[in-house]
């Protein structure tokens, strides 16, 4: 079930992390990319460590959760509605949303949680975080 799939709540906000440094592997956009973002993201260990990805990799034993891809949080916005009427589910509560995608040295791709659009920012912005699982 796809609520088994998006974390049941918000983890706060964060800095999207390691900016000006060129992650390699982690521009990937499409639906299951996020994961192998994630996972260059930790592996690059930046001085400016992406606190958004350790939000979402550290919330359980079992480490199966990472920071989505734009293309999965796009998909997570367009079945909002079904999530919606899961018990527990918290709904999107920030404005924006960062993705494990990056643009360029300086810059990462985010979802806006009222209208669904991507724009890539500076990683040194803080955005709300929301892990997910494969899907």
Same mark, same amino acid.
């Given at each position: 079930?796809?609520?088994?799939?998006?974390?049941?709540?918000?983890?706060?906000?964060?800095?999207?992390?390691?900016?000006?440094?060129?992650?390699?592997?982690?521009?990937?956009?499409?639906?299951?990319?996020?994961?192998?973002?994630?996972?260059?993201?930790?592996?690059?260990?930046?001085?400016?460590?992406?606190?958004?990805?350790?939000?979402?990799?550290?919330?359980?034993?079992?480490?199966?959760?990472?920071?989505? %891809?734009? +293309?999965?949080?796009?998909?997570?916005? /367009?079945?909002?509605?079904?999530?919606? *009427?899961?018990?527990? !589910?918290?709904?999107?509560?920030?404005?924006?949303?960062?993705?494990?995608?990056?643009?360029?040295?300086?810059?990462?791709?985010?979802?806006?949680?009222? %209208?669904? +659009?991507?724009?890539?920012?500076?990683? /040194?912005?803080?955005?709300?975080?929301? *892990?997910?699982?494969? !899907?």
């Amino acid at each position: 079930a796809f609520e088994d799939i998006v974390g049941p709540e918000t983890q706060g906000t964060a800095y999207w992390g390691c900016y000006g440094t060129n992650v390699p592997g982690s521009q990937g956009s499409e639906i299951g990319t996020g994961l192998q973002n994630t996972i260059d993201l930790i592996a690059a260990d930046c001085s400016s460590y992406s606190d958004a990805v350790r939000r979402c990799s550290n919330l359980d034993p079992q480490n199966d959760w990472f920071l989505p %891809s734009i +293309g999965e949080l796009g998909e997570i916005f /367009n079945n909002l509605e079904s999530l919606y *009427a899961v018990q527990g !589910f918290q709904p999107l509560t920030g404005s924006f949303y960062w993705s494990s995608t990056e643009k360029n040295s300086f810059t990462a791709w985010r979802l806006s949680a009222s %209208s669904g +659009g991507q724009n890539y920012v500076s990683k /040194n912005l803080r955005s709300y975080v929301r *892990a997910i699982r494969i !899907f």
